[in-house]
């Protein structure tokens, strides 16, 4: 009966992985239409259509605010904001698959933030795939034998934002309301987009501008909710691996949509980069098994006595 919500939950998460697959799309399409803060705003403004098939009979849609650690509430949220128009810029100025690469990092930097903030213990397998994610990068980049731009800058930026919000979300602790957690990731586009593109904002004009503007912010907000499910019904380690396919959806749309096909380098550090995340992925595996054996041994000496 368990493969069911496992194979549900696997189900979930590439459904998540492609909705912000075409998400991102959507934003690169509106790159030189709309100022970039104003797109990640919509991600905010059109994610509250969700929140009803979120809430529970119980809560209250102030229960949003709702957090024993409102420390860890906002801290989610200005980590949110801050990914969201970095990414938003980055996939604008870059490849897809280029600005993709560089944002596979946020795992790598969750490794590192999590020795230096939770203090937790990681072995040398994990700074193995920190090593050799890193090396992927270089390759990318190529520094001093290729240009790099501000878009380069904002891909890692919202890495590192992104990580950031993972460890706020482990600091919180497991027991933190979805809709709190939900809505942290809404009000930190509307609050630090909504203030950035007040000043230079225009009005969307033609159908094609307000489409893309709506698949980007509705398709973020579905590929949070649909990720949010996938980790109710299958371990972690296991939705996170679906992560890349999003480089599928990429490498198709830069080469199809956009015209924009990669180069020899870029596909290599591509290469290395997603198997330094398959690496991570793998030990994850073998450690979730492993405790789920020391788990069932525990309880059979348990039984036993």
């Known amino acids: 009966m368990k493969s069911i919500p496992l194979s549900l939950g696997m189900t979930l998460a590439f459904s998540s992985f492609a909705a912000f697959s ?105 700074w193995v795939s920190v090593v050799l994610g890193f090396v992927g990068v270089l390759i990318v980049l190529r520094p001093g034998a290729r240009e790099l731009h501000f878009g380069h800058l904002c891909a890692l930026v919202a890495a590192l934002a992104n990580a950031v919000g993972v460890i706020a979300y482990r600091l919180a602790g497991p027991d933190s309301a979805r809709l709190s957690l939900f809505g942290s990731s809404l ?29 980007y912010g509705f398709l973020a907000a579905l590929g949070q909710l649909l990720m949010m499910m996938a980790t109710a019904l299958a371990p972690a380690n296991r939705v996170a691996l679906p992560q890349y396919s999003q480089m599928l959806w990429a490498v198709v749309f830069s080469y199809f949509l956009f015209h924009q096909p990669l180069d020899g380098w870029t596909f290599a550090g591509i290469v290395v980069v997603t198997a330094s995340g398959v690496i991570n992925w793998i030990r994850q595996h073998l450690r979730y098994e492993r405790d789920v054996i020391e788990e069932y041994w525990k309880k059979q000496h348990h039984h036993v006595h």
């Open 187 to 215: 009000f930190g586009p509307l609050i630090g987009d909504g203030a950035l593109m007040f000043t230079h904002a225009t009005w969307p004009h033609g159908f094609s501008i307000w489409f893309c503007l709506f698949g």
């Open 22 to 126: 075409v998400s991102d799309a959507c934003s690169k399409l509106l790159g030189g239409k709309l100022d970039p803060f104003e797109v990640a705003f919509s991600g905010g403004v059109f994610g509250f259509l969700l929140l009803p098939f979120i809430r529970k009979k119980h809560e209250t849609y102030m229960d949003i605010f709702s957090t024993g650690q409102p420390g860890m509430w906002i801290l989610r949220a200005v980590a949110t904001f801050v990914a969201t128009a970095a990414s938003v810029k980055a996939f604008m100025l870059l490849p897809m698959p280029e600005a993709l690469s560089l944002m596979f990092l946020m795992p790598l930097f969750v490794t590192i933030l999590s020795v230096g903030l939770l203090k937790e213990r990681v072995n040398g397998w994990a």
